[in-house]
């Protein structure tokens, strides 16, 4: 089972995502070190240009952790996989890129080709299967440390996927979760400790879809406007 976990309201997840509220490293690593939690993903995401072939078109990067461990929870929980080639590498300037980049934005670009963002070269190494949903089809995914370094993205995330361990009912993980991260906050703020949102597995990939989908709306619809 998996859930998602995101600063402030989830009444109001929206505002909460576009306001660009962060999770702290320190609040990611409560939430790694709670009982009956197995993995902790975060997400990160960002427009950015990229450069392929003298062409410059915004894409969304998802920056993820593309270390061994956490590469197999990517594919068998959260579906991220690639039809072609294979997905990209910890520490190493690589791409995965989603059929809709190469059906409506870089029409020629393939396993091999080099691309350019932030002024880095990157290499596409994986074309990502069909997730049957544009946010997640026109992804451009690279390793997380790499994500932060030509972002400048510090080590927070908007949200962050967590992975409860087999044998351990979910309600149970999820309200150690939310009173160690309440702890957490007491020990840092004082007793203004901020508010988190814990979304269930059954509705968790479902938000993250609609979340992803309307940030990915608006970031291009600004950068069509640039």
């Known amino acids: 089972e998996v859930v998602m976990v995101t600063p402030g309201d989830a009444g109001n997840l929206m505002n909460t995502m576009i306001g660009n509220m962060k999770i702290s490293e320190d609040n990611i690593k409560t939430i790694e070190r709670t009982k009956g939690v197995e993995k902790v993903i975060p997400y990160n995401w960002k427009g950015e240009t990229m450069r392929f072939n003298g062409q410059k078109k915004t894409v969304i990067l998802y920056g993820l952790p593309m270390d061994r461990e956490s590469l197999y929870y990517l594919e068998t929980k959260f579906g991220i996989k690639a039809a072609q080639g294979r997905l990209p590498e910890e520490n190493k300037r690589e791409l995965l890129i989603g059929p809709v980049i190469i059906k409506n934005i870089f029409p020629d670009i393939k396993i091999g080709d080099e691309a350019y963002i932030a002024g880095k070269k990157f290499k596409v190494v994986g074309i990502a299967r069909a997730q049957g949903n544009k946010q997640d089809d026109s992804m451009v995914a690279l390793d997380l440390k790499l994500f932060r370094q030509i ?76």
């Open 151 to 226: 972002t400048g993205e510090r080590k927070d995330a908007p949200m962050v996927m967590a992975i409860i361990k087999d044998g351990y009912k979910q309600k149970e993980v999820t309200d150690r979760i939310k009173a160690n991260l309440e702890e957490t906050g007491k020990r840092q703020r004082g007793t203004d400790s901020p508010s988190f949102s814990i979304i269930n597995s059954e509705k968790a990939m479902e938000t993250v879809g609609n979340v992803l989908g309307t940030i990915q709306a608006v970031i291009l619809a600004i950068a069509g406007f640039s």
